[in-house]
């Protein structure tokens, strides 16, 4: 019987780096069982947080990440809503944000913590990082003030620092501070005691949980360089099928002002294909307007994307067009911070 002072976190493993096991033998990797999850880790033990587990059938490689698994995992977060205090998805490290960045617009009024974590190095390793980093997002999603959960929102914890899942990126493939969050700070950073900052923690809502499970991945994306032609932007442009296109700018939001590319570009939206503009940048936003080279873009109605995240961007896209609203409602939602993801 659960013991209701006892917080209750379910970790789901969908696949990544962090679930696998080192054959003594052979040397070879292989998912470890997950029911067995205490052996592995004794660590767990030292918790007062009463820790179910939930592993899919077949390990996902993250490279194969697709919206049919964020539709599974957010039904299973649905279905075992009521159940559990926190929830903790592993997950392999290349994908994660795009994975925590859909999971923040599906999950709506999420009022529970929902971690994501992975490693660079698989657990059984000697010098791994995934034990800390399990430990810790299964901490974080157990820990309550008041009796009310610390965090209620998606996450990434990742190297003794906890972020909003669709502020990342990943930026490192070969160091254990794999991600970061260049335009809004981190949530809260372990270190001998784990330093929640909650002033940058979205607020919790009485609303009952609506989980969205109706994506649209008709989305192509532009990134601009110099010398970029207008056959292949021509290209990608007139893709059959296409509903928005996510145009990958310079600057603050910048691109070539040359007649062709910005006809291009109205004669898609006079089709009613959405435009979004993001910057190449890691950090900074979109001003449309600020320089000459913006102006046309804000004139024939490309929208400004501000500091989103390109992850942000691509996933809140499918959100939006998968919710079958029309391009002004979408256009409106695009300028609106749903969930975090853009500084007003």
């Not at 145009?247 to 435009?275: H, M, P, R, V, Y």
């Amino acid at each position: 019987m659960k013991n209701p002072k006892r917080s209750s976190v379910l970790l789901i493993y969908t696949g990544g780096t962090i679930g696998m096991m080192q054959d003594v033998v052979t040397g070879e990797l292989r998912p470890f069982d997950f029911k067995t999850l205490t052996k592995q880790i004794p660590e767990l033990n030292k918790f007062d947080i009463e820790l179910s587990s939930f592993a899919f059938q077949k390990p996902i490689d993250s490279s194969n990440m697709h919206p049919i698994v964020w539709i599974e995992l957010a039904k299973i977060i649905k279905d075992n809503y009521s159940k559990y205090d926190g929830f903790v998805i592993l997950h392999g490290s290349d994908t994660m944000s795009f994975t925590a960045s859909a999971l923040s617009f599906m999950l709506e009024n999420l009022n529970k913590p929902v971690i994501l974590t992975g490693s660079q190095l698989p657990i059984g390793i000697i010098r791994t990082d995934g034990k800390e980093n399990l430990i810790t997002a299964i901490e974080i999603a157990g820990s309550k003030n008041k009796g009310k959960p610390v965090v209620n929102e998606v996450c990434i914890y990742f190297e003794y620092k906890l972020y909003r899942g669709n502020r990342t990126f990943k930026y490192n493939s070969s160091h254990f501070d794999a991600f970061k969050s260049p335009n809004y700070p981190a949530l809260a950073e372990a270190g001998v005691d784990i330093k929640y900052n909650n002033s940058a923690i979205l607020k919790a809502n009485k609303k009952a949980l609506k989980v969205h499970t109706h994506l649209d991945n008709d989305i192509a994306v532009l990134k601009l360089f110099p010398g970029i032609s207008k056959k292949i932007t021509s290209a990608i442009i007139n893709t059959p099928g296409t509903k928005a296109i996510i145009l990958e700018t310079f600057g603050a939001g910048n691109s070539t002002t040359q007649d062709w590319f910005t006809n291009e570009l109205k004669k898609a939206i006079d089709k009613g294909i959405i435009i979004l503009n993001i910057t190449q940048c890691l950090e900074g936003k979109v001003i449309q307007g600020m320089y000459e080279t913006s102006s046309h873009l804000k004139k024939i109605g490309v929208i400004g994307g501000a500091d989103m995240t390109f992850e942000s961007a691509i996933t809140k896209l499918m959100f939006l067009l998968g919710q079958k609203l029309t391009n002004t409602q979408i256009k409106k939602q695009l300028l609106s911070d749903l969930r975090g993801e853009l500084t007003i």
